[in-house]
């Protein structure tokens, strides 16, 4: 079925931009979603349909999807964005919901 | 908001049976349990996130990931605003928290996960 890859780490200085892609074939032509799970919590849907955000989702938090790569953009990064984040699809051809591996937001 | 509670998650033997559920509350105006697609994810200690199955709103759609087909079934009672996942045959690696999910809306596909419980642990152990 639909394979979605992320990076297992990201580091980045607070202050600065974080961005974690998600990979997959042709994933520009699906709806991506995004899940933040900080240590010890439950996965907090933070960006949904690509590109909007959550009425909790801080406007920092930014997405966007083309050709085979989404991407999760956090601006001005904080040292309370250090958590997982996780990219998340509907494959129709197999009708499962498909998650990428996480990506661990390190804020260094 | 809206509040998931699962329970039922237990320390079982290979092989053996098990059944989670989940109460939702808290709706407001323009959300209800029978108009919300419904999941369950599983996660390991330490892992990523994994898809178990998925129901749409009234139930007449199904959907399981290919590792649980013919072994788990989800279902859900909307007089009762209960989910449900009766899971057979549990293996060791299907250890883990299991979360009960909701979307907004009916379909299952685009699944988004708007609503999360706080996980219910399944160890399956010798």
């Keep these: 079925s639909y394979v979605l890859t992320q990076p297992s780490s990201v580091s980045v200085a607070p202050g600065e931009t974080a961005t974690i892609p998600c990979g997959g074939i042709n994933i520009g032509s699906r709806s991506v979603h995004w899940y933040q799970q900080k240590a010890g919590q439950s996965p907090l849907l933070v960006i949904y349909f690509d590109s909007d955000r959550t009425s909790g989702t801080p406007e920092r938090f930014s997405g966007s999807n083309s050709g085979n790569t989404a991407t999760l953009t956090i601006s001005r990064v904080e040292a309370g964005d250090e958590a997982d984040y996780y990219c998340q699809v509907w494959d129709r051809d197999s009708a499962h919901v498909v998650f990428g591996g996480g990506t661990q937001l390190a804020v260094l | ?126």
């Excluded at chain 2, 996660?43 to 788990?72: C, E, M, N, T």
């Excluded at chain 2, 989800?74 to 449900?84: E, F």
């Design chain 2, 1 to 126: 908001d809206v509040q998931l509670l699962e329970s039922g998650g237990a320390l079982v033997r290979p092989g053996g049976s098990l059944r989670l559920s989940c109460s939702a509350s808290g709706f407001t105006s323009g959300t209800s349990f029978d108009t919300s697609a419904m999941s369950w994810v599983r996660q390991s200690p330490g892992k990523g996130l994994q898809w178990v199955a998925a129901i749409s709103g009234g139930g007449d759609y199904i959907y399981y990931s290919d590792s649980v087909k013919g072994r788990f079934t989800i279902s859900r009672d909307n007089s009762r605003d209960t989910l449900s996942l009766q899971m057979k045959n549990l293996r060791a690696e299907e250890s883990g928290a299991y979360y009960c999910v909701m979307d907004r809306r009916q379909q299952v596909n685009l699944f988004q996960g708007f609503f999360w419980g706080r996980g219910t642990l399944v160890t399956v152990s010798s």
